[in-house]
């Protein structure tokens, strides 16, 4: 089991840049895929961006593509979202989770994982 803190978060004006924070503990963290997801006031989650155990693996929701990147770092338990030209749509409650395989990190948007509080992502005009 892998227990996630999000940090990283805040006011950014559009156009700006944020790079949030996972950071993972307990029993082999290097073994899942990470991913990061998001949710709008008013709205249903939505997933964001996944990356495989090892890192050589990416995948992206159109909407971000190109605009933010995921990465991580097995040393520090950790992975990072690093997001830039930020729109106002961006606002929402960011949240990291974990699966078996980077193909299975997507399904996780509306299943049954459990969610921490995420970290609050606003974006003003």
């Known amino acids: 089991q892998v227990q996630l803190v999000e940090s990283g978060g805040g006011l950014v004006q559009a156009g700006g840049s944020l790079r949030l924070s996972c950071q993972a503990s307990g029993r082999t963290f290097s073994s899942y895929a990470m991913g990061w997801f998001r949710q709008a006031p008013g709205k249903e989650r939505e997933f964001v961006a996944a990356?495989?155990?090892?890192?050589?693996?990416?995948f992206y929701a159109d909407s971000v593509k190109g605009r933010f990147t995921i990465s991580r770092d097995n040393a520090k338990n950790t992975v990072y979202l690093q997001m830039n030209s930020l729109k106002p749509e961006d606002t929402a409650v960011y949240y990291c989770n974990a699966e078996s395989h980077i193909t299975a990190v997507q399904a996780l948007t509306n299943g049954p994982a459990s969610w921490g509080q995420g970290t609050q992502v606003t974006v003003s005009s």
């Open positions: 990356i495989s155990w090892s890192g050589g693996a990416t």
